[in-house]
């Protein structure tokens, strides 16, 4: 995003937005930072600052501010098959009971990089990330299933991955 771009958006605060869970409010400039960031996590401050009209100083201390409201992270993302996790599922789980405790149990796995509540044919979708068929064997069979209130799953192993991207912007 260049300066043209965070001009286009309006510098009005009533204009800043509230996250729908009645999080922090983002102005026109934060959400641009977030944009640059996005494409280049490791985008110096001072080309920050330059392209959203603002102070490197200025730029570090919003950063650290969305961080500090878990507004964002700043992370490496890696290629799985790169770095030794050969085997990769979405798995769909039907719940027994309360969602939300079987959600935080598949959580707090290691494997388990991406749980989410959902509607639909699953109460929740569980993304696991497995050093080969083995270890998902095991995670699913014997960590998956064994939590108390899960009735059912089904796994949707990945043969190849197309696209990964965190690219969606601040809309």
Not at 40 to 48: C, E, K, N, S, W
Not at 81 to 93: P, S, Y
Request: some cysteine; hydrophobic content about 40%.
């Amino acid at each position: 995003m260049h300066s043209e771009a965070v001009a286009s958006r309006s510098a009005d605060p009533k204009d800043s937005r509230e996250s729908r869970n009645g999080g922090p409010q983002l102005d026109a400039v934060s959400l641009a930072i977030i944009e640059q960031l996005q494409e280049d996590g490791r985008r110096p401050y001072a080309a920050i600052g330059k392209a959203v009209g603002l102070s490197e100083a200025a730029v570090r201390q919003r950063v650290q501010k969305l961080l500090d409201q878990g507004v964002m992270q700043i992370v490496a993302v890696t290629d799985p098959l790169t770095v030794g996790f050969r085997r990769q599922a979405m798995v769909g789980v039907n719940v027994e009971g309360d969602v939300a405790s079987v959600a935080d149990a598949l959580a707090a796995m290691p494997e388990c990089e991406y749980v989410v509540m959902t509607a639909g044919s699953f109460d929740l979708m569980v993304e696991v990330v497995c050093e080969d068929d083995d270890h998902l064997l095991e995670v699913i069979n014997r960590r998956i299933r064994a939590v108390p209130g899960v009735r059912s799953t089904e796994s949707f192993v990945y043969l190849k991955l197309k696209k990964q991207t965190y690219m969606w912007g601040t809309r």
